[in-house]
T-cell receptor, first 113, second 109 residues
């Protein structure tokens, strides 16, 4: 069964460093998403992406964040200058079309020290 | 408060009993989805119900949606110890999906 994959599973970085989190959505899906979940808290929407552009972004998704679909398979989230409060689990998700199920990857645990 | 708020926050039941979790949301939605998350793991999609549907079944799961009350419920019948997890509703509003805080379900063997 196709699944969303994410790499790395765990990333440790120092405050102020740039990180890139990578995702491979399910191959025929058209809509892509990033979420984060701070330990013990709810899952928070960051951004949605369709047709090579951002469809919607949350207040969390400020100028420090960017997304890219550099080729036909990868979908990346970049944090330019990480802060301690960026420490969280980051989930990528994809769906074929609006109105259909949204499937999540296993997540990348980001630890900023 | 946020869209997709669940209650109860925590639920402890015996194996074999039914578990009901409720979710409320604030604005108009396209669909509502339910997910399960085991501690520290990824989100597993359980079921999606569209805004024009009132009830949906999948195995031991039954989901209802009442758009007039902006609420949904997830019923797990004949619960098993393996159902122990956190359950989240997620409201699709346009291109944005808003998750609730979740219900932590503990099923005692």
């Amino acid at each position: 069964e196709p699944e969303v994959t994410q790499t790395p599973s765990h990333q440790v970085t120092q405050m102020g460093q740039e990180v890139i989190l990578r995702c491979v959505p399910i191959s025929n899906h058209l809509y892509f998403y990033w979420y984060r979940q701070i330990l013990g808290q709810k899952v928070e929407f960051l951004v949605s992406f369709y047709n090579n552009e951002i469809s919607e972004k949350s207040e969390i998704f400020d100028d420090q964040f960017s997304v890219e679909r550099p080729d036909g398979s990868n979908f990346t989230l970049k944090i330019r200058s990480t802060k301690l409060e960026d420490s969280a689990m980051y989930f990528c998700a994809s769906r074929w079309r609006e109105g259909h199920e949204q499937y999540f990857g296993p997540g990348t645990r980001l630890t900023v020290t | 408060s946020q869209q997709g708020e669940e209650d109860p926050q925590a639920l402890s039941i015996q194996e074999g009993e039914n578990a009901t979790m409720n979710c409320s949301y604030k604005t108009s939605i396209n669909n509502l989805q339910w997910y399960r998350q085991n501690s520290g793991r990824g989100l597993v999609h359980l079921i999606l119900i569209r805004s024009n549907e009132r009830e949906k079944h999948s195995g031991r799961l039954r989901v209802t949606l009442d758009t007039s009350k902006k609420s949904s419920s997830l019923l797990i019948t004949a619960s098993r110890a393996a159902d122990t997890a956190s359950y989240f509703c997620a409201a699709d509003e346009g291109f944005k999906t808003i998750f609730g805080a979740g219900t932590r379900l503990f099923v005692k063997a």
